[in-house]
């Protein structure tokens, strides 16, 4: 009983530790390229971090599970090839069930490969840890991303256009911020937010 | 003539206009990374240089004369990586055995220019665009990697100064880079319309 209180214990860590103290994008600064171009709207930014939710979790599931059979200098290139068949499987999918959504994402669908979370998680969880650890580990990271995707995307879409998924938020008088929606805005939002997350864990850079 | 003229064009299209750093986000991870000193921004873009063109002219070959019109298009990304991975085992191998103390000072950063963004993201692009001759493809790549020493080293420049500013100790590193890079981006929004 003992025993499994410690593991139900570690693994909620585990989980908690994606989401704020291990951020990925906040804390770690990993996958920075989709974070930055697909944050225009909530949208995609949702689309975006489903599909690296499911990559991750699935590369995690099959790198824990070879993870005896790995030679040491071909291990990245198992890694990278793994995630590649997984993220044509999600870009196959996204082309059949949302082919708007697949056209607006373009390029980035396909640049989940490089995406630096994935393969960061794959070599420093999975390859070292058993099967549940690295789900776990997966859907923690993975959220965490999303999460901090849609934040990102949702304080550019309001300010930029001053609507939410369609809905108006902001009173008739307000202006848009045109630049917010642009890559300036992207890359000036983002450095601000990682600021404020440093000064809410006080940390001294 | 008119060759001539379009490739040109490309070129400096993807040099200012659409440079892959400012306007497509690509190889935002070596950008904060490596563009602290400026000797070796300009290192790691030769080296991303060599890489992306090496790999964007491999990938469009294997793109038309191969994947293209054949049940094998599925395959596509998982050839790109292979391809990738491939020319950056090559320019390693090269730099350790001719220039061991550049090989030193990249560490981790040169294996890791596999995972670059804008590599693979080029090769994506080269094929979006529907680039359909060689040459295009090998000028536009060789211009990508030229972006983005040129981006690099313009950031490595500007972050030797930043040392000497006092920044508010919450923005200090990467939050305050980034705000650079935005204001950069902003500057190279004025290319925007110029040509495509």
């Known amino acids: 009983m003992e025993n499994s209180n410690d593991n139900t214990s570690r693994y909620v860590q585990t989980m908690i530790a994606g989401l704020w103290r291990e951020n990925p994008t ?19 930014a949702l689309t975006m971090g489903c599909s690296v939710i499911f990559v991750l979790v699935c590369s995690n599931i099959i790198v824990s599970l070879m993870r005896n059979l790995l030679k040491p200098h071909l291990r990245i290139l198992m890694f990278t090839l793994t995630i590649a068949t997984f993220v044509t499987i999600a870009d196959l999918f996204l082309k059949a069930y949302l082919p708007r959504m697949s056209e607006m994402l373009g390029p980035y669908v396909p640049l989940i490969i490089v995406n630096c979370i994935i393969i960061c998680r794959a070599e420093a969880c999975a390859s070292k840890n058993p099967l549940f ?20 995307a949702s304080v550019r879409e309001l300010l930029s256009t001053g609507k939410i998924f369609e809905v108006s938020l902001m009173p008739n008088a307000f202006v848009p911020w045109a630049a917010l929606g642009m890559p300036v805005g992207a890359f000036i939002t983002l450095g601000l937010m990682i600021g404020l997350v440093n000064i809410i864990t006080g940390k001294k850079a | 003539m008119d060759t001539l003229i379009i490739l040109l064009m490309g070129f ?26 400026i000797d070796m921004a300009f290192g790691m873009g030769l080296a991303v240089t060599f890489v992306i063109t090496l790999s964007g002219t491999l990938t469009w070959l294997i793109d038309h004369l191969l994947l293209i019109g054949t049940p094998l298009e599925v395959t596509r990304y998982v050839c790109f990586i292979l391809v990738i991975a491939g020319a950056v085992q090559l320019v390693e191998m090269y730099l350790r055995k001719f220039f061991p103390s550049l090989y030193d000072s990249f560490g981790i950063f040169l294996p890791l220019i596999t995972t670059n963004c ?6 994506l692009f080269l094929n979006l665009w529907g680039t359909d001759s060689l040459l295009e493809a090998v000028v536009l790549s060789f211009g990508a990697g030229i972006g983005f020493t040129m981006a690099i080293c313009i950031m490595a420049g500007i972050r030797e100064n930043l040392d000497l500013a ?8 990467a939050p305050i880079t980034l705000i650079t890079a935005g204001l950069l981006a902003m500057a190279f929004m004025g290319f925007a319309g110029m040509i495509r």
């Open chain 1, 26 to 44: 906040l804390r770690l600064l990993l996958g920075m390229c989709p974070t930055l171009a697909v944050t225009a709207a909530v949208k995609p």
């Open chain 1, 133 to 152: 650890v690295s789900i776990i580990d997966a859907v923690g990271m993975g959220i965490g991303f999303t999460v901090t995707l849609c934040v990102l």
């Open chain 2, 12 to 37: 400096i299209s993807i040099v200012v206009v659409n440079n892959l750093v400012f306007t497509k986000f690509l190889g935002i991870c070596p950008y904060l990374g490596v563009s602290g000193r």
């Open chain 2, 118 to 123: 804008a590599i693979l993201g080029l090769c």
């Open chain 2, 166 to 173: 006092d920044v508010p100790g919450c923005l200090k590193g």
